[in-house]
């Protein structure tokens, strides 16, 4: 039986690997797990620390809420201890203010590495923030209870955590424009009628569901897991006939590999 070892519990996240599987839990349930830059450091971190053991990692929150989004602390005069507030961010230079936003983006943008699969296991509240790290993962399991809204709007932002380009590939332009520009909730029902949600269950099932998933995912050799995703992945950047190369490519690795041929 293999040890479960904690890499990571800070700043409202804790990240945990069992082996092939690393769990990656917000803390902060009094907050509703509400997001702040060094939090974000935090998630960012947790990428870099995961084993090469690990396949499958899941997403999830403490509490009642997946991620309420951020915290609004970040939008009074003196920001939070220790950070540059966003005020001070605005008065900066164009390249200080770029430079900030990517480095927040970096804790949304490995969980679609072609190494892994990860999975948000998603209750209650998801807003702005918490939406685009449901839309960082790869895959969404739901609880019923699960609310999902891109509030941005409504404070005069844009979504600018990697979330629009996965939430239009997933609903369609048109359904992601009305979803952000008016900040309405998406319940779990739309989610999972829309392809937001790859799997809606009753709360209670929530774990069990995110379980099954990851067994799944296990069940398949790796190396033709990571193959598929990269094609995935790189399906909408290339035209038909290209996608049909990188196949071919792809399955010639494959072939090599099975036949002991490979590098």
């Known amino acids: ?41 935090a998630l960012t971190e947790a990428g870099r620390l995961l084993p090469g053991s690990v396949r499958v990692v899941v997403l999830g929150g403490e509490g009642k809420s997946f991620s309420a989004g951020l915290d609004r602390q970040a939008f009074t005069p003196e920001g939070f201890d220790g950070e540059p507030s966003f005020l001070d961010l605005a008065r900066g230079t ?69 979330g629009t380009q996965p939430l239009v590939s997933l609903v369609g332009y048109a359904r992601a424009l009305e979803i952000c520009a ?36 296990l069940a398949a050799p790796r190396d033709a897991v990571i193959e598929t995703k990269a094609l995935l992945r790189g399906a909408s950047g290339r035209t038909y006939d290209e996608q049909r190369v990188a196949e071919r490519a792809a399955q010639a690795r494959r072939l090599r590999d099975l036949a002991g041929l490979g590098e």
Request: with cysteine; net charge negative.
């Open 182 to 217: 008016t900040g309405r909730f998406v319940s779990a029902a739309e989610a999972g009628q829309t392809g937001l949600a790859n799997v809606v269950v009753p709360a209670a099932e929530l774990s069990a569901a995110v379980e099954d998933l990851t067994a799944a995912l």
């Open 1 to 41: 039986m293999t040890a479960r070892n904690t890499l990571l519990d800070r700043d409202g996240v804790r990240l945990v690997v069992d082996d092939t599987v690393a769990t990656v839990t917000l803390t902060n349930p009094a907050k509703r797990n509400a997001q702040s830059p060094a939090l974000w450091r």
């Open 94 to 162: 164009d390249e200080a203010l770029d430079a900030e936003i990517a480095t927040y983006q970096e804790a949304f943008t490995w969980w679609r590495r072609n190494d892994i699969v990860s999975i948000a296991a998603v209750q209650g509240h998801a807003i702005g923030a918490g939406f685009q790290l449901a839309l960082a993962c790869d895959l969404r399991v739901c609880a019923d209870d699960a609310q999902f809204a891109m509030r941005e709007t409504s404070l005069g932002l844009v979504p600018d955590l990697g």
